[in-house]
């Protein structure tokens, strides 16, 4: 079996975060700025009119913490999450949603009609990337599911362009995360997996040009204040318009 450059076997991926599942939002709880952060991501797809008529997806939802900070900016949108992991998506099932926002049990590898139909007139995809098989692939086929000119905006980790954003990154797993989930759940196999995947996860360069390999356009990033700044960012791309144009 192929495996992860962490040591996981990519099918474990989902199944290490179901064995996590009841003390994630917890954990995650903890970090100061996750949820603003998640929101600020979000609010960079600049959805138009707090989402009236449009259709957007979340993209790795997990316990449904990316869902609400779409449901902030897009109260008005239809907004269809989904995730991997099982347990994750009964966590973010269990919260109270309105009636606009639905959730699909499905890896993005094996999204089908008509479980997900496209087109979308927006993507967010927090924490996704870096954990799924054949990255390059999914961001084509995510690609593929949004309108001519529409945005995605990838919330996700990336230290390798920066030292002292490598340094900062190692020193909280190490001293923070790695420990905090060992204390929770006697084991600390997934956050040993967050630290090992984020350390060798694609510099924010290197990850504009695979937004572009994938057929996006006008790839661009921000990051966000406060300790991650510099380790966690917003990478916006579009879906190009039939002409070429963006």
């Known amino acids: 079996m192929k495996r992860r450059h962490d040591g996981l076997p990519r099918a474990a991926v989902p199944l290490a975060f179901d064995s996590d599942a009841g003390r994630y939002d917890r954990l995650v709880g903890m970090n100061p700025g996750y949820h603003k952060h998640l929101r600020l991501s979000a609010a960079r797809l600049e959805v138009p009119d707090r989402g009236r008529g449009m259709r957007v997806l979340d993209a790795g939802?997990?316990?449904?913490?990316?869902t609400a900070a779409l449901v902030r900016v897009a109260p008005e949108a239809e907004i269809v999450a989904f995730d991997a992991s099982a347990r994750m998506l009964d966590r973010a099932r269990g919260k109270q949603w309105p009636d606009s926002v639905r959730f699909v049990h499905t890896r993005v590898e094996d999204?089908?009609?008509?479980?997900?139909?496209?087109?979308?007139?927006?993507?967010?995809a927090a924490y996704l990337v870096r954990n799924v098989a054949e990255p390059d692939t999914q961001l084509h086929k995510l690609r593929g599911l949004l309108r001519p000119g529409a945005p995605m905006v990838v919330h996700e980790y990336s230290v390798r362009d920066r030292i002292a954003a490598q340094?900062?990154?190692?020193?909280?797993?190490?001293?923070?995360?790695?420990?905090?989930?060992?204390?929770?759940?006697?084991?600390?196999?997934?956050?040993?997996?967050?630290?090992?995947?984020?350390?060798?996860?694609?510099?924010?360069?290197?990850?504009?040009?695979?937004?572009?390999?994938?057929g996006f356009v006008d790839p661009q990033h921000e990051t966000v204040p406060g300790w991650q700044r510099n380790i966690v960012h917003s990478f916006k791309a579009s879906a190009p318009m039939p002409d070429g144009g963006i």
């Open 167 to 214: 340094a900062v990154w190692h020193l909280m797993c190490w001293t923070v995360i790695i420990p905090l989930g060992y204390i929770a759940n006697g084991r600390a196999g997934l956050y040993r997996h967050l630290w090992r995947s984020v350390a060798t996860f694609d510099g924010e360069h290197a990850f504009q040009r695979r937004l572009e390999a994938a």
């Open 111 to 124: 999204i089908s009609e008509p479980e997900i139909s496209g087109p979308f007139d927006a993507i967010f």
């Open 61 to 66: 939802c997990g316990t449904g913490a990316s």
